[in-house]
């Protein structure tokens, strides 16, 4: 039986994994993790479910929205409640929310021919385009007509906590592939926290080594951190774009990025709606760039009588010098009461997500023969990049056993 070792129990590594195991494969997975998930995980502590990061899941993808189709959702409404001019203001989608989209047209955030545009955008985001890779999300949404204060006030917060960067560098390939599945449904959380997306992968695969670092990756073999050896007939590197390049010598430079996110607990919601919450004033305002409770969305994320907010902030941050200034944004945001919310914990993500800015490329490193490549920064920075990544590398293997058989 042909063996296939899969470096990395990430998403990537877990569906190629799964497709390699399904197709009669012997197939081992080592991580130097102490639990599946790669970017995708979930500390539980007191009764709260603290993802690693405010990660959504859109249940309107083809391919992961398959995969996890077992799992229980619970969705977002649509919309976000938007800071701007000292008030919250509701943006939504009239296709999807007739009430909140008459709300919108009455908010204060673009002019009536942005407003215009958003439709003309949802249309746009639905047909088949022209190669944007070169263009930044900026300059798109630039080109496509929105004014400055519509990309500032809404774009720039709402997609920067999608992309993990203020500047809107991300190419606008990118941008185009998020608004398109949020335009045909709600983003969720499943019960259970974020990490149930990873062990349903890792349901039914036979051999997971965790807490098992490779050292070096040789011809057809890896030397793992401890001296041991694993051979096998294909090796999938389903790592990182920085631990990939390290194992193949490559010395490109890698560029991640980061955001740091907090937890407070409330007696209660602030909340009336199951929406995020976009800082549309700018850093002036505080450095909170996006807020959800998560517990309205997914109740199991919080004990009874408690509320559950992520809030995240871009860039990598001392969590514990955040609690101080993010308080204060709170108070003035939900008044006095929000001073009484009690500060739980705080991740400071480095590289939390790969970044994919305009006319930038996937290494260019020579492969070895029995090397295949897997990982959401070698196609969309997202769960379904994941996933369809992860399930590309097994099909090239599985293809190349084919073409191996005698006629």
């Given amino acids: 039986m042909k063996r296939a070792l899969v470096i990395g129990a990430g998403l ?4 190629c994994a799964r497709r390699l195991h399904e197709n009669g494969l012997s197939v081992e997975i080592v991580d130097a993790a102490d639990e599946v998930g790669g970017r995708v995980r979930t500390d539980v502590a007191e009764g709260f479910l603290f993802d690693r990061g405010f990660q959504v899941f859109l249940p309107s993808y083809p391919v992961a929205g398959e995969r996890f189709r077992d799992l229980q959702f619970h969705p977002f409404s649509p919309g976000a409640f ?6 919250f203001h509701l943006v939504s989608d009239p296709f999807r929310d007739l009430f909140g989209g008459i709300a919108t047209a009455f908010a204060p955030i673009g002019s009536l021919k942005d407003k215009l545009l958003v439709a003309a955008l949802r249309r ?4 088949p385009r022209e190669d944007l890779s070169g263009v930044s999300s900026r300059e798109f949404l630039e080109q496509f007509g929105f004014t400055s204060q519509m990309i500032d006030c809404f774009f720039r917060p709402f997609f920067g906590g999608v992309f993990l960067e203020k500047a809107l560098e991300t190419n606008a390939e990118k941008l185009l592939f998020v608004f398109r599945h949020f335009a045909r449904g709600s983003g969720a959380l499943p019960t259970g926290g974020i990490v149930q997306l990873p062990r349903q992968l890792a349901k039914g695969l036979p051999a997971i080594r965790l807490n098992t670092r490779v ?6 073999s890896v030397r793992l951190e401890n001296g041991d050896k694993l051979e096998a007939d294909e090796i999938v590197l389903a790592t990182d774009q920085a631990q990939t390049c390290h194992l193949l010598g490559d010395t490109s430079q890698i560029n991640s990025n980061a955001v740091t996110c907090l937890y407070f607990s409330a007696p209660a919601s602030p909340l009336k709606r199951k929406c995020i919450v976009i800082n549309g004033e700018g850093n ?3 450095p909170i760039n996006n807020l959800a409770v998560v517990s309205d969305i997914a109740p199991d994320y919080a004990p009874e009588g408690s509320a559950l907010i992520s809030i995240s902030i871009l860039g990598a941050h001392d969590p514990s010098a955040l ?13 006095e009461a929000a001073k009484s919310w009690q500060y739980l914990r705080g991740y400071r993500i480095d590289e939390a997500l790969p970044a994919q800015s305009a006319g930038k490329g996937a ?3 020579d492969l070895p023969d029995k090397v295949t490549l897997a990982g959401d920064w070698l196609a969309n920075a997202s769960i379904e990049g994941a996933i369809v990544s992860g399930e590309s590398a097994a099909d090239k293997i599985l293809d190349k056993g084919k073409s191996e058989q005698p006629a």
Avoid: C, M, N, Y
């Fill in 12 to 15: 990537s590594g877990l569906a």
């Fill in 82 to 87: 938007v800071r701007l001019k000292g008030r």
């Fill in 124 to 127: 746009h985001s639905l047909r």
């Fill in 215 to 220: 050292r070096a990756l040789e011809s057809s």
């Fill in 284 to 286: 002036e305002d505080g």
């Fill in 323 to 335: 609690i101080s200034p993010v308080s204060l944004q709170l108070a003035k945001w939900f008044g």
């Fill in 363 to 365: 290494i260019s490193t």
